[in-house]
């Protein structure tokens, strides 16, 4: 069973950085999407960043140029570098994979995404 475990978020100025990391075990194939998803308070979960099997990446625009996914190769760490942080960056960021069935490219579309870990808060202040 596919287990997903977020680390590394915190409290930060704007014009910071942090680096998430996704801890990821239990999958038996190595053909799966892995995503990084964020909530605010009051707001629909949203795609943030996206590491498919190919290596293939995709950003939302809100973050294209500050935000780096990337996939230790080794043990399948999945990251996600953020510099240049706002406030409304402000959010629990979710790790996802999209594993045993089909998604669309690195996808940033929450229903291509069955496996969840417990979240890490990232909190941004001006």
């Known amino acids: 069973q596919g287990q997903l475990a977020e680390s590394g978020g915190g409290s930060v100025q704007a014009g910071g950085s942090l680096r998430l990391s996704c801890s990821v075990s239990?999958?038996?194939?190595?053909?799966?999407?892995l995503a990084w998803f964020r909530q605010a308070p009051g707001k629909a979960r949203e795609g943030v960043a996206a590491?498919?099997?190919?290596?293939?990446?995709d950003y939302a625009d809100s973050v294209k140029g500050r935000f780096t996914v990337s996939k230790d190769n080794v043990d399948g760490t999945l990251y996600l570098q953020m510099n240049s942080l706002k406030p409304e960056d402000t959010a629990m960021y979710y790790c996802?994979?999209?594993?045993?069935?089909?998604?669309?490219?690195?996808?940033?579309?929450?229903?291509?995404?069955?496996?969840w870990g417990h979240g890490t808060q990232v909190t941004v202040s001006s």
């Open positions: 996802a994979a999209a594993y045993g069935g089909s998604w669309r490219p690195a996808s940033l579309i929450i229903n291509d995404y069955n496996y």
């Open positions: 239990g999958f038996r194939y190595n053909s799966y999407c």
């Open positions: 590491f498919d099997s190919d290596g293939s990446t």
